[in-house]
């Protein structure tokens, strides 16, 4: 099945500076890969996510790229704010179920 | 529109004992996925339901079941809890071009 790997496991920025979070799938059957924040006692919630038709999206502040050959997809938040503090999960889908990365935590220091 | 609603919250249970867990998909979702979350191993699959039936299923033991109703609400249930049960179980339910969206989830605590 699926298998998706996340880097690295934690992230550390200064507010202000950029972010980026990269996954990588093994089944290059997978058609969509979302990204999910997570807070503190909360459910994760979907920010972003790419098809494979495309090779980059942004929504404001993120975007996330696409490299099917290599197999790689990446979340990029730009200009990080203190509430950007969460726990950020890839996904791609693959036997009718969305694989995750074990997710990473990212903390943004004021 | 209503997002995914998972009831209870909280809950604790000793061990031996089993466990009900209720999901309400977004309205006109047809697809419930149940997943496992423990700080160590992530979200973890559980099973996939969809229109009433079982679809997919995760490597879990066979005291991990589902099932799900003509109105697309999902329950899971676990018999004979064990200490390793204890996690954030979450809900997600499917729309039509594979968007995945999540309750707040439950949280079981087996003691």
């Known amino acids: 099945g699926e298998n998706v790997e996340q880097h690295p496991s934690t992230l550390s920025v200064q507010e202000g500076d950029s972010a980026v979070i990269k996954c990588t799938y093994s089944?290059?059957?997978?058609?969509?890969f979302p990204w999910y924040k997570q807070e503190l006692g909360k459910g994760p919630q979907l920010i972003i996510d790419?098809?494979?038709?495309?090779g980059e999206k942004k929504d404001q502040r993120i975007a996330v790229t696409l490299n099917k050959t290599a197999k790689h997809f990446s979340l990029h938040i730009t200009e990080t704010q203190p509430e950007d503090s969460a726990v950020y999960f890839c996904?791609?889908?693959?036997?009718?179920?969305?694989?995750f990365g074990k997710g990473n935590q990212v903390v943004v220091i004021p | 529109k209503a997002g995914v609603t998972q009831t209870p919250r909280y809950l604790i249970k000793t061990r031996g004992q089993q466990v009900t867990l209720s999901c309400s998909p977004i309205?006109?979702?047809?697809?419930v996925s149940w997943y496992q979350q423990t700080p160590g191993q992530g979200l973890q699959f559980l099973f996939e339901?969809?229109?009433?039936?079982?679809?997919n299923k995760g490597n879990f033991p066979g005291r991990f079941s589902g099932r799900q109703f003509s109105n697309s609400r999902s329950e899971m249930n676990v018999s004979t809890l064990e200490l390793g049960d204890s996690a954030l179980y979450l809900c997600?339910?499917?729309?039509?071009?594979?968007?995945?969206?999540f309750g707040q989830g439950t949280r079981l605590t087996v003691v």
């Open positions: 996904a791609a889908d693959g036997n009718n179920r969305l694989a």
């Open positions: 089944d290059s059957a997978s058609n969509y």
């Open positions: 790419i098809r494979s038709n495309v």
């Open positions: 309205s006109g979702h047809r697809s």
């Open positions: 339901y969809f229109s009433e039936t079982q679809r």
């Open positions: 997600a339910s499917f729309g039509v071009n594979t968007e995945a969206f």
